[in-house]
Each structure stands twice: as C-alpha cells, then as structure tokens.
C-alpha cells in the first residue's frame, strides 16, 4: 500500500486514526479507500517519502510488475475510458518520476539486504 500511494502521490492515506483500507472478509483481498487524492499536485509531499524510505520488504509480484510498467499501453488503455482523460501529461511524468524512485529504493534495500527484500 506504501508502494500504491507513492505512485499515486495519495498522502491521503492515514488519517483520522483510520488508515482507510477494508478487507473483503477474513481472508479476502484488501480494499485501498480514500484515493481521490491521488495525482493531486506535484511534487509528492515529503511524506511519502518518509514512508517509502521505511520500506525495506516487498512483494516481489508487485516490484516484477514495475519493472514491466509499459506506460505507453497504460496510456492507451486509459484513453479509452469513458471518463478519460484521466491523468494529464504533468501527472503521467509523475507517475513515471516516482516509479523510477521506487525501483531504485528497491535496488538500494536489496544491495543491502539481497533477497530478503522480497518478503514473499
């Protein structure tokens, strides 16, 4: 969810002693809430990055997936939403900007630790 929310720049997440996810029952997926937030202005507050910075494990599924980000065909995809344009050019650099930033604090986190990083 730290990953999800530096993305978006959603600094929105916890709030009101509420960190505004939901599971779908005992065992089922959890449910991010509150994202209208997101994307809202660049720069991303510091924050986010605080709370990327204290991230030392990651899904490995997840990281996988943001090395493979095709943003080009994210883009396509999302332009033909019936209510696009979703995100503007300033929020797609952004999104690429932050993921860059991602990536490399995952490589930071497994040069130190190796694989430990990935937590399943």
């Known amino acids: 969810m ?3 929310d530096f993305l978006m720049s959603n600094a929105d997440r916890f ?3 509420n960190a505004n996810l939901l599971t779908l029952g005992d065992d089922g997926p959890l449910i ?3 994202n209208g ?3 809202s202005a660049p720069p991303p507050p510091a924050v986010l990055d605080a709370r990327l910075a204290s991230v030392s ?3 490995r599924r997840t990281i ?3 090395r493979a980000l095709d943003t080009q065909a994210l883009k396509a995809t999302m332009a033909a939403d019936p209510l696009g344009p979703i995100l503007d050019a300033a929020m797609w650099r952004g999104l690429e900007t932050r993921r860059t ?3 490399e604090h995952v490589a930071r986190q ?3 630790f190796g694989d430990a990083v990935f937590a399943w």
């Open 32 to 34: 991010f809430l509150d």
């Open 110 to 112: 497994q040069k130190r």
């Open 57 to 59: 494990k990651f899904r």
């Open 101 to 103: 930033a991602v990536l």
């Open 37 to 39: 937030s997101g994307f």
């Open 2 to 4: 730290i990953v999800f």
């Open 64 to 66: 996988d997936a943001l």
């Open 15 to 17: 709030g009101d002693d």
